[in-house]
């Protein structure tokens, strides 16, 4: 999961850059087949990719698809305005990561399928903003500055975007955790830096079109 989100960071930031379309599509399809022949050749990566199709089977329910099961519980559980804060019963050593990597599950079953949609709007909100720097940076010429700020975009709403198709079931259970939300020492402390430099970025932008110098 995570050597995925640095491909697309790298992907994403070249196919900006202005990198050449064939090479570019080249680098791409070395990736996705590398993909496929770590899962392909890997027996137990080839049934956590797949439990996920399936993980009320009695083969999956208890092995590799209890996560994935008692996070839509979860969510199920939270219906339009959830059971109210502090209210759920699957963080109680129900659902495992409830405080890392399934803890949209957890807002879902307590503040239902609104406080999901506000954290996906918050999110969307988030990446488009710093996006929106960057193409700023971009057009002061100042491109390193202007590809940094959509390199933290492209990663915060990719890392954001796979963590919730997971707790939704819309994609593979992968070991990601929600940024700036999800409890961690090193994990928030480098989000805080990361968010600096654009918010950096944001004030030399500012300084700049008011005729400063930076």
Request: glycine fraction near 14%.
């Given at each position: 999961g995570a050597f995925m989100v640095i491909a697309v960071i790298a992907m994403g930031i070249l196919f900006l850059g202005g990198v050449n379309a064939r090479m570019f599509f080249l680098i791409a399809t070395v990736l996705v087949v590398a993909f496929g022949l770590m899962i392909a050749l890997s027996d137990w990566r080839r049934e956590r990719i797949f439990a996920y199709l399936d993980p009320w089977s009695e083969k999956n329910a208890l092995a590799k698809g209890y996560q994935l099961?008692?996070?839509?519980?979860?969510?199920?559980?939270?219906?339009?305005?959830?059971?109210g804060l502090g209210g759920s019963v699957?963080?109680?050593?129900?659902?495992?990561?409830?405080?890392?990597?399934?803890?949209?599950?957890v807002i879902g079953e307590e503040?239902?399928?609104?406080?999901?949609?506000?954290?996906?709007?918050?999110?969307?909100?988030?990446t488009r903003?710093?996006?929106?720097?960057?193409?700023?940076?971009i057009a002061l010429d100042?491109?390193?500055?202007?590809?940094?700020?959509?390199?933290?975009?492209?990663?915060?709403?990719?890392?954001?975007?796979i963590n919730m198709g997971v707790n939704l079931g819309a994609l593979p259970t992968k070991g990601l955790t929600l940024p700036l939300m999800s409890y961690g020492g090193s994990?928030?402390?480098?989000?805080?830096?990361?968010?600096?430099?654009?918010?950096?970025?944001?004030y030399e932008n500012r300084t700049l079109m008011h005729g400063g110098r930076v």
């Amino acid at each position: 999961g995570a050597f995925m989100v640095i491909a697309v960071i790298a992907m994403g930031i070249l196919f900006l850059g202005g990198v050449n379309a064939r090479m570019f599509f080249l680098i791409a399809t070395v990736l996705v087949v590398a993909f496929g022949l770590m899962i392909a050749l890997s027996d137990w990566r080839r049934e956590r990719i797949f439990a996920y199709l399936d993980p009320w089977s009695e083969k999956n329910a208890l092995a590799k698809g209890y996560q994935l099961t008692h996070s839509l519980i979860a969510i199920g559980r939270g219906e339009i305005f959830g059971v109210g804060l502090g209210g759920s019963v699957e963080k109680l050593h129900w659902l495992p990561e409830a405080h890392t990597d399934f803890l949209l599950a957890v807002i879902g079953e307590e503040f239902g399928l609104v406080g999901v949609v506000c954290v996906i709007g918050l999110f969307l909100w988030l990446t488009r903003r710093m996006m929106h720097i960057g193409r700023q940076a971009i057009a002061l010429d100042r491109v390193f500055a202007g590809l940094v700020a959509q390199g933290v975009g492209i990663w915060m709403g990719f890392q954001a975007f796979i963590n919730m198709g997971v707790n939704l079931g819309a994609l593979p259970t992968k070991g990601l955790t929600l940024p700036l939300m999800s409890y961690g020492g090193s994990a928030i402390l480098v989000n805080m830096v990361a968010l600096a430099v654009v918010l950096r970025i944001d004030y030399e932008n500012r300084t700049l079109m008011h005729g400063g110098r930076v």
